[in-house]
């Protein structure tokens, strides 16, 4: 292999990278955006997101998330999507319903 078909792949490769950094910065300026502090719930998973602000609304639903039976599995940062500014916007919390835990 050449050093031209080496330079090719990498190529493809940062491109694929910040095609996925977009998708990321678009899907947390739309969590920034919303004003829900559920951003998604089903059966057996729901995801909660804490954002400045919206700490009041942020633990009613974390008590009614719990009292249905949802426990936190992860949390992590919500960093702004701006590439190369480390400041934390937010908080996502992850929960899994317990019949759903083996």
């Known amino acids: 292999m050449g050093l ?14 910040m095609g996925y950094k977009k998708k990321e910065s678009q899907f947390s300026k739309k969590i920034v955006k919303s004003k829900d502090v559920v951003l998604m719930k089903t059966d057996s ?10 700490e009041e609304e942020f633990f009613k639903e974390f008590d009614n998330i719990t009292k ?6 992860h949390s992590e940062e ?25």
């Not at 031209?4 to 990278?17: A, I, M, N, P, R």
């Not at 998973?45 to 919206?54: D, E, H």
């Not at 249905?68 to 599995?73: A, H, I, L, T």
């Not at 919500?78 to 083996?102: E, R, S």
């Open 4 to 17: 031209k078909s080496k330079v090719k792949e990498t190529g493809s490769s940062v491109k694929e990278q």
């Open 45 to 54: 998973i729901a995801i909660l997101v804490r954002k400045k602000g919206f």
């Open 68 to 73: 249905e039976g949802y426990q936190m599995m």
């Open 78 to 102: 919500l960093t702004d999507p701006v590439p190369m500014i480390n400041v934390t916007i937010g908080y996502l919390y992850y929960f899994q319903h317990k019949k759903c835990i083996t």
